[in-house]
């Protein structure tokens, strides 16, 4: 090991140099080298940077994933460089949960065959979501955490190391100030040895002033050393202004680098709100072909024998052209005489009781009038099945 004990006690006596300067700075009793305008702007506006940096990193994080507890994992998984297992997200999760309901209540049915619908686009939003995070975090968050955990960095860096060298320059100043003001107070004191009859206080005064004289004229050959410390340490300190200046300069690329950044994060914004819109247009324009049918107090009848009689409801998106003009011409002359024809079924329709006939959309049924039935319903036949259907629900064809 090799170990060398004058470079030792140098460093260390360089730290001490520095914690003296640095103590003496705090208590205003040594004077402190200031950095130029122009320096000390840049510090400020990396300063600034990094704050709003840190800021809006945080904030998109938590925009990206709300849940705290995920993003925690997340950051341990990335520390100890590891993939982080792949869960659904919420709009997968409820997607599911629907599409799981629907297949229970039957595909067949009309609520089920729109909670199947339903579930698949909130899944499709959920993988719109997935690829709209990835490409964040690739764009948007990765470029602002290099720069926080890399340049600025290495900008603290080396502002701590031009910290170091205004200590050593201010010590070198402060040590060439005493050397001078010791080397100017041995000028007038003698040491010329007084004459042999002198007494014995001139002898003793002779030895006080001779050791004084030697110790001031120790601080007077340090004046030419602390000049040269100083013109060195002014050097070094020179040389890592410069530096660090060319390094805080570099900010206006860090922003015109993050604005290309930020750009990119709107974009993919746009991209994925773009698509969790037409998701949403093209399961609503599904969705318009599933009327609902309730059966509530309001739209019922008990009759005599206390069966009651439901009726449909049209839904808001439904075309009313189906029950206007020649279409309710053709229903009225076909319910006032005998004889069946042909209809299109417009949408599905869920039986509410054993009397009446389940209908999908696009289907093709025949339709006749029974006597006595309520004017909004036909009697419908599909094969061997036969059943009650609402005429809002149907188009009949030439």
């Known amino acids: 090991m090799d170990f060398n004990v004058k470079r030792l006690a140098a460093d260390a006596g360089t730290l001490f140099s520095r914690a003296v300067q640095f103590t003496e700075e705090k208590f205003g009793q ?4 200031e950095l130029d305008a122009h320096l000390e702007n840049l510090l400020t506006r990396a300063e600034c940077t990094k704050h709003w940096t840190e800021k809006i990193l945080k904030q998109t ?65 959920g ?23 890399g340049d600025f960095k290495t900008i603290l860096k080396e502002r701590k190391l031009l910290q170091t060298k205004r200590l050593d320059l201010d010590a070198a100043k402060t040590k060439l100030k005493k050397a001078k003001m010791a080397d100017a107070r041995a000028l007038p004191l003698r040491s010329t040895p007084p004459p042999g009859d002198a007494g014995y206080v001139a002898n003793v005064s002779f030895m006080v002033n001779f050791l004084h004289v030697k110790w001031l004229k120790m601080w007077a050959e340090e004046v030419t050393k602390a000049e040269q410390d100083l013109k060195m340490t002014q050097s070094e300190f ?21 604005l290309r950044c930020l750009n990119d ?23 318009g072909n599933f009327p609902s049918a309730f059966s509530s107090n309001n739209n019922q009848s008990t009759a005599s024998g206390g069966a009651s009689v439901s009726v449909p409801i049209l839904p808001l998106s439904a075309p009313l052209a189906s029950t206007t003009g020649n279409a309710s011409s053709g229903f009225t002359e076909l319910q006032n005489f ?13 039986a509410a009781g054993s009397n009446e006939l389940s209908l999908l959309a696009d289907e093709v049924i025949m339709v006749s009038s029974v006597p006595g039935m309520d004017s909004d319903w036909l009697m419908g036949e599909r094969g061997n099945q036969k059943g009650k259907v609402p005429i809002t629900y149907l188009e009949l064809l030439n």
């Open 127 to 149: 993988g719109a979501e997935r690829e709209f995070i990835q490409s964040s975090a690739i764009n948007f968050l990765t470029p602002f955490r290099n720069f926080l955990e």
């Open 338 to 350: 005998s004889g069946s024809r042909k209809a299109r079924v417009l949408y599905d329709y869920d």
């Open 265 to 287: 994060f709107v974009e993919a914004q746009m991209t994925y709100y773009a698509q969790c819109y037409q998701y949403m247009v093209d399961l609503q324009k599904q969705l």
């Open 30 to 33: 040594a004077e402190k080298t």
């Open 238 to 258: 020179d040389r890592q202004a410069e530096i660090t200046r060319l390094l805080l300069e570099g900010i206006s690329s860090t922003h015109a680098h993050h």
């Open 61 to 125: 994080e938590v925009l990206l994933q709300p849940n705290p507890n995920v993003r925690i994992e997340e950051f341990f998984y990335e520390k100890l460089d590891k993939k982080a297992p792949t869960r659904m997200n919420n709009h997968e999760l409820l997607g599911q949960s629907m599409i799981d309901s629907g297949t229970e209540f039957g595909p067949g049915t009309a609520y089920g065959n729109a909670l199947i619908k339903c579930g698949e686009t909130e899944k499709q939003i």
